[in-house]
């Protein structure tokens, strides 16, 4: 099985040289600029606060604080140092296997960019890879570890080698309705396949999240908007199953808050960012169902 989460190499990795984006903020309209720098070996990816006097968060699952449609890093420590929508990057950073980076941004929120991983993995493209002198080490699944929320539900199983995804979704709305999408793949094919997927959202939940203080960077050039049985994107899709492919992409970056390349199969109905933490908390929650693996190896 082609694997997502593990490029060839098989040692961490950082970028060679820094590189810069800068865009709006998707739920709070505001414009940041987003710094990726090279990191030092085992650092993992850190999120600074550059408005912040250097305030830092590690991407870790138990630093989620926030997950109304976005994932959102918080600090213990200092609850106001926070950085929301890091899902895209962090899915960007896995597929390509960037294990360790320093990602400095002036404000609480990374840029939204098009909607999609795909800028993100551009940026890290032209930064280019750099490998560290330490091998890369992975989080094996034993058993089953299943978590539910309603009539939704995201599950991790063991799997003889690599990562793979299955994910169904369902909406009211005719242009969504019920789609699913299944993927084992290479970083090539996540650039192709699922990076270009946009975020989504329902126009008639649009008013709602901006009331709620959300949603106001939000715009046809960031997310596809869907009104009943058509979305108002002019350009079409950019994909089949665009809708259920984004939520592989949000899977793959939620999921990237392990802290380390994850060796199973994901399985998720009506997943969102929350089912997906706590996926991850229910993981590490028991001992028995997950050792570490490595050094890399396609069968680890």
């Known amino acids: 099985m082609a694997d997502l989460t593990f490029p060839a190499a098989a040692c961490r990795q950082t970028v060679k040289a820094p590189v810069w984006c800068a865009g709006v903020a998707l739920h709070l309209g505001i414009a940041?600029?987003?710094d990726l720098q090279p990191a030092a070996p085992g650092s993992g990816i850190i999120f600074r606060r550059a408005d912040m006097s250097g305030a830092e968060i590690r991407a870790r699952h138990d630093r989620v604080a926030d997950t109304r449609l976005c994932t959102l890093l918080a600090d213990a420590a200092n609850p106001t140092c926070r950085v929301g929508t890091v899902e895209h990057l962090l899915a960007a950073c896995a597929?390509?296997?960037?294990d360790d980076a320093l990602v400095t941004v002036d404000g609480p929120e990374l840029p939204i960019l098009?909607?999609?991983?795909?800028?993100?993995?551009?940026l890290i493209a032209q930064a280019g890879l750099a490998p560290h002198p330490m091998p890369r080490r992975a989080i094996k699944v034993l058993r089953p570890v299943r978590v539910e929320e309603g009539a939704g539900f995201a599950e991790l199983a063991p799997a003889t080698g690599g990562f793979s995804l299955d994910v169904t979704?369902?909406?009211p709305a005719a242009a969504i309705g019920r789609q699913s999408a299944r993927?084992?793949?290479g970083a090539e094919a996540f650039r192709r396949d699922i990076a270009p997927a946009r975020t989504f959202a329902l126009l008639q939940e649009v008013e709602a999240m901006r009331q709620a203080g959300l949603a106001r960077g939000g715009s046809l050039d960031n997310a596809i908007v869907v009104d009943g049985d058509h979305i108002l994107n002019q350009g079409g899709f950019r994909l089949p199953?665009?809708?259920a492919r984004h939520k592989l992409l949000d899977v793959v970056g939620d999921l990237a808050l392990a802290g380390?390349?994850?060796i199973g199969h994901y399985t998720g109905l009506r997943p969102g960012h929350a089912l997906n933490n706590r996926l991850l908390r229910a993981l590490f929650a028991e001992p028995d169902a997950w050792r570490e693996a490595g050094p890399f190896t396609a069968a680890a």
Do not use: K, T
Request: aromatic share 10%; glycine share 8%; no cysteine.
């Open 32 to 34: 940041v600029r987003m």
């Open 169 to 171: 979704i369902e909406f």
């Open 95 to 98: 597929a390509l296997g960037l």
């Open 183 to 185: 993927h084992d793949l």
């Open 241 to 243: 199953d665009e809708f």
């Open 114 to 122: 098009d909607g999609s991983a795909a800028p993100f993995m551009d």
């Open 260 to 262: 380390a390349p994850i």
